[in-house]
């Protein structure tokens, strides 16, 4: 007898801890709910720590599709920049701003859409030497400096776009730099890839 009054003293003790929980329920899905998300702006940590936290959160992004996560790794001056090999007949260098339906968000956004499977299984991170810029106002900004060797994958599992598969691999470089709300973020990604 004594041993039900615990037992129901239990449940009522945990139903009221709860309020109306369903504690066997799986979370909600959310933005940055499938892995931790890193700090892009820790105080105490070196420049090269939030820089590199950045890089993760980018490939978080790229791999969970994840649009929100992936805008607040980008500058607001953000700029894409890679070699077209047939754009008008030649070689050209395209640079792609962040914003705008021209811009590399609205871009990313429709990839996300196009391929329900995104991996990046090669991700391999090189620190180079930090760039000193200086601005027309002689304001000196340091700018963290990455090179990554990247393996990129992109598939339509469910045939949305006919089953449309992609590869590409190769090297990228980042620059990353403190923003005006202290937050680190890329401002350069300069890619150097080839496809498949």
Not at 173 to 190: M, P, T
Request: hydrophobic residues 40%.
């Amino acid at each position: 007898m004594m041993h039900r009054y615990i037992k129901n003293g239990f449940v009522l003790a945990l139903a009221t801890a709860l309020g109306c929980a369903n504690p066997f329920a799986p979370p909600k899905a959310g933005p940055g709910s499938l892995a931790p998300i890193l700090p892009q702006n820790c105080a105490e940590c070196p420049d090269s720590v939030n820089a590199y936290n950045v890089l993760s959160n980018f490939r978080y992004a790229y791999e969970n599709r994840d649009i929100d996560i992936y805008e607040n790794c980008l500058d607001n001056n953000f700029v894409f920049i890679y070699t077209d090999q047939d754009r008008q007949g030649g070689i050209e260098t395209v640079e792609v701003p962040r914003d705008g339906i021209s811009g590399d968000i609205y871009r990313t956004r429709g990839l996300f859409e196009a391929f329900n499977e995104i991996r990046l299984d090669v991700w391999n991170l090189e620190r180079l030497m930090p760039d000193t810029v200086i601005a027309s106002d002689q304001s000196v900004e340091i700018r963290e400096s990455w090179q990554v060797v990247f393996y990129l994958s992109l598939r339509d599992s469910q045939g949305t776009y006919n089953y449309q598969q992609y590869e590409a691999s190769g090297l990228a470089v980042f620059k990353i730099r403190k923003s005006a709300d202290g937050l680190w973020r890329i401002v350069v990604w300069e890619d150097h890839s080839f496809t498949r």
